[in-house]
């Protein structure tokens, strides 16, 4: 982000779109007081502190004896991660766990992955984080018209267990029909270095990789359980399923030349907006620095106009109704997709950003 000419940081909403579209992510320095994500920080240590990994292990819902994320595999099949959509529930490390010895092998607050997937609308100071100005504003910036909130998440990078996350596009895991609109906002508790783990990207591939994979809800033909499964096709065109021959080759094709990623170090007060398609990944964390971050999805679905020609002064008076109202007449452009693993339920629908005020910092952004 570039400058301006007191070398502030230049909020512009025309900058950031541009750079938003060019790169599919964009890094705003200095867009948060410390002190607001040092009250995130306090906030995730309580959190942490109410933590009680028995409960995991004993939950009867849960039937693999410990809820561990790693990126894809074994919490796929679990419960316990597949409903939590609406609650805030605790997610481990891999190798945090000794299946021999059935403990933990590290202290339980480095024994973590993450933490999800409705902290900003069940826990008070991520929800006022989460739904303050400032976010709807660059929702703005980047043209999304009515954009929900979907997930949050705390995810931990401990030291030196910190796992990596694979390259991957967020629309293989939040699709909408009939295109993907998700942007991720990140945001790191503490500085993000290339030393412990910060985010890489592949400039440019929102435009250069056409989704090509989709993580979706299946039921198992055996037991009849909800699983999770990778889906091949071309989703930029109605996801046609694929054979296992073109699946083999597009997993060889897919294989990203590590050297194409660029690390984007994120210092402590700074966000990082991430658009759905864009090829991202981070490192393992084998530093002694943990870094921790707080992320949200927002997914726009948009609203059919018809009735407006494309007069910017329409489109204006539309937005601010879309901003004030909690209701919409106008119907929405996108569907949230039902494969998606995560979904809302009859007591939580996703809430709206431009739509909910929680936020009592009269700063003006
Ligand atoms: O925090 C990380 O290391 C990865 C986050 C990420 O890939 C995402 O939120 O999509």
Redesign the pocket.
Known sequence: MSKNLNGENDFDPDTISTLFNRNGYVLLENFLPISMIDELLIETKNLVEQYDPQQTLNNEENEEEVTVFNAGKKQSANEYFLSSSDKIRYFLEQDAWDEQNHCFRVSKINSLNKIGHALHWLNPVFKQFTFQKRFQMIARSIGLEDPLIVQS?V?F?NPYIGAE?PE?Q?ATFLYSTPEPRVV?I?IPLEDATETN?C?QFIPGSHRTHPLRKRWIRHHDPIDGRIQMKDQYGDWSNGGQEKTEHEINNDEEKNKLNKSNFVSVPAPKGSCIL?DGLVV???DPNLSNKA?P?Y?F?IFDQGYLHDDVDDDDDDKQKILEHQSTTTTTKSKPKRQWDSLNWLQPTDQYSFPRLYCNDFDDDDDDV
């Open positions: 998440m995810i990078k996350v991957h967020d991720g990140w783990g985010l991430i991202h990944r981070s870094r971050a992320t999805h």
